[in-house]
């Protein structure tokens, strides 16, 4: 079978030697590839190669196994981005695109979105998977805005360069689980015009650049930054502002323990109201929540349950199926969502 590069998974196995353009022998037929072998295909702007054939994965486990697989490969590739930003001050567009497109082809298929940021959710998230969180998200919530499908993925390729102005931040900052002083604290804010200027150099393409630049303002003008208000702000980066914030609130930081997704969704929900944009925010809430019924839970009492449906009233008290019980969470006022299961 003929597949894209960027499709190959770790164990898939060469049915023909590989040569890239200019004629030269990069891989002998046989060859087991793993992340190295996918990477070097990828440098070599090889874009198809025949492999044996894949048995179909018939579980939801091995399903669930294979993207794992994807996005490892995605946040490798990513990394390699990074790092030639980082020596060179620009990057390849074409790798980023040949990255990220046959992702979203597969992920236009999967509908349950809770379940998919589910296993996005990784310990001790660094700039690179957090790159690819937002930049997932990001096309989610611009699919249920109603952008077309050329719009949703650069919006979606915007979320995932938005920090790639990091690059220029030096480690010892970007690596610094402490508190920054004043001067750190600045010279991480300058991510933002750094990404810009890299994304103007490696690309024709304004609005990305700009989502880099502009991805920490907010509405109310307390962003940074230029402090823009809501009129200055691009569309596209109220999006994956949006998908920014949801996502960092639900890694675990140095003065904050890590938040299950009902407890960060209301928070995003309360900053719809002046600080980020109210039908960004809507369309996050309004496409989640309903995801989360039939999900199992865990309780703050540490009971577990299933959402079997949400209140209309109070969207974030849903009522709970716990045994043969039932925990209405509207009038259990005292008891909330910690943690939401696949």
Known sequence: MKVHVTDLKPGDCLMTDTFNSVGLHILPSGTIVQREEISLLIRQRIEYVAIVARELPQTIEELNHGLHDDFDQVIMNYESTFL??????????????????????TLDKQKDVVSLLLLL???????????????????????????????????????????????????????????????EEEELKRHTAYGYDIIRRSMKDEATALVALQHHEYEDGSGYPANLRKNDIHPYTEIVTVADIYMKLTTSRLNRPKQGLVSVLRQVHEMGFGKLNGNVVQALTGHLLPGFVGKTV????????????????????PLIKVDEDYRDLSRERSLTVDEVFI
């Open 298 to 317: 865990q309780l703050s009492n540490g009971e577990t349950g299933t959402i079997v449906m949400n209140n209309a009233l109070d969207i974030f008290k």
């Open 84 to 105: 030639e930003a980082l020596s060179q001050g620009s990057f390849t567009p074409e790798l980023v695109d040949a990255t990220l497109q046959p992702l979203l082809e």
């Open 121 to 183: 959710d990784r310990e001790d998230v660094d700039t690179y998977q957090h790159s690819l969180q937002v930049g997932l998200l990001s096309y989610y919530i611009a699919t249920w805005l109603g952008y077309s499908k050329e719009e949703r993925y650069k919006i979606s390729r915007a979320g995932y360069l938005h920090d790639i102005g990091k690059s220029q931040v030096s480690l010892s900052i970007l690596n610094n689980s402490g508190w920054l002083n004043a001067a």
